[in-house]
């Protein structure tokens, strides 16, 4: 009896080691469209996988040209002023796995194991990828995308959208991109704006005024400093979670540049299946891990809170 087992435990990690790369492939193709960090912060998957921490710099220019006699030998000099940072690198793991009843009537039945449970790590995965993003981990000491120190946080100069007329809202937000330049003394315009997901429902629904029949969503897209500026369309993105990060539980709106050089998530080492194995007397597992840092935010005059809206 225990031969028999013996191989019935092998047939099975046979058929499951068969099953599993084409299940991996399978969920690794899946893009879950309301997984939001990949659309906002720029990934970064280039350091080693092993790595433990990673080193980048915050960098500001100082310097200012000015007039000189042909003769002067006290020329303005321009310099860069940086400050390294270290971002840690955590591993974290989610899996799957199959009992011996389910492997067993696949075997009989001629058919494939299903991906359900595989699928349902991957999603796992990009969740707390997400929340990790945007919302950092406190555990880790992890800061995201919403609550990042050394990031300026001003007060909206109207707000409370929900009373607010549609040019309040329009000059909050264009007040925000325009603060954001000037910090920047226009060298970089903030090409995205986020927004809680209440305000941006209220932007969408709500007309720019009554004999109109835009909204005031559509209005903001053709009518913003950003576009104004440098004929680009501007991002508005509805997020969950700014409703209430804001400076005493208020809602926060988001304007920054996305691009890698103003911030960036790193993850060394994406999620990935490691081979299955019997973990034990009826059941097989297949273990999955990945490596991933904190979101850097490196120039942070190019990103700006504007909170009370």
């Not at 009537?105 to 194991?113: D, H, R, S, V, Y």
């Not at 709106?253 to 993850?267: A, Q």
Request: negative net charge; glycine residues 8%; hydrophobic residues 40%.
């Amino acid at each position: 009896m225990r031969q028999i087992q013996l191989l019935d435990a092998q047939a099975a990690l046979g058929f499951v080691v068969s099953q599993t790369s084409y299940i991996e492939r399978q969920v690794n193709e899946i893009v879950y469209p309301d997984i939001q960090y990949p659309g906002l912060i720029p990934v970064d998957t280039s350091a080693p996988e092993w790595i433990k921490t990673v080193t980048y710099y915050s960098a500001d220019k100082v310097g200012k040209a000015d007039w000189i006699n042909g003769n002067a030998d006290d020329i303005p000099l321009a310099s860069t002023e940086r400050t390294k940072f270290e971002t840690n690198v955590h591993m974290a793991g989610i899996g799957y796995g199959y009992g011996l009843e389910e492997i067993s009537q696949a075997q009989m039945l001629g058919i494939n194991l299903t991906a359900d449970d595989a699928m349902a790590a991957r999603r796992a995965y990009e969740e707390m990828v997400d929340r990790v993003a945007l919302l950092g981990d406190s555990s880790k000491g992890f800061s995201g995308l919403f609550n990042f120190p050394g990031v300026t946080a001003g007060t909206a100069v109207t707000g409370n959208w929900a009373t607010a007329t549609a040019d309040q809202i329009l000059a909050d937000v264009n007040t925000a991109l325009t603060v954001q330049a000037a910090g920047t003394l226009y060298t970089a315009f903030s090409d995205t704006l986020l927004l809680p997901y209440s305000k941006f429902l209220l932007l969408a629904t709500r007309k720019v005024n009554e004999q109109g029949l835009e909204s005031i969503f559509t209005y903001l897209q053709k009518n913003n400093v950003y576009t104004a500026t440098t004929g680009r369309p501007l991002l508005i993105k509805g997020l969950n979670g700014l409703d209430t990060a804001g400076a005493g539980n208020t809602a926060r709106m988001i304007s920054y540049r996305r691009d890698p050089s103003v911030l960036k998530m790193h993850i060394p080492m994406p999620h990935r299946f490691l081979p299955v194995y019997q973990a034990g007397p009826i059941r097989w597992e297949v273990p999955g891990i990945f490596r991933l840092g904190g979101v850097d935010v490196r120039r942070p005059a190019e990103v700006r809170y504007t909170d009370g809206i």
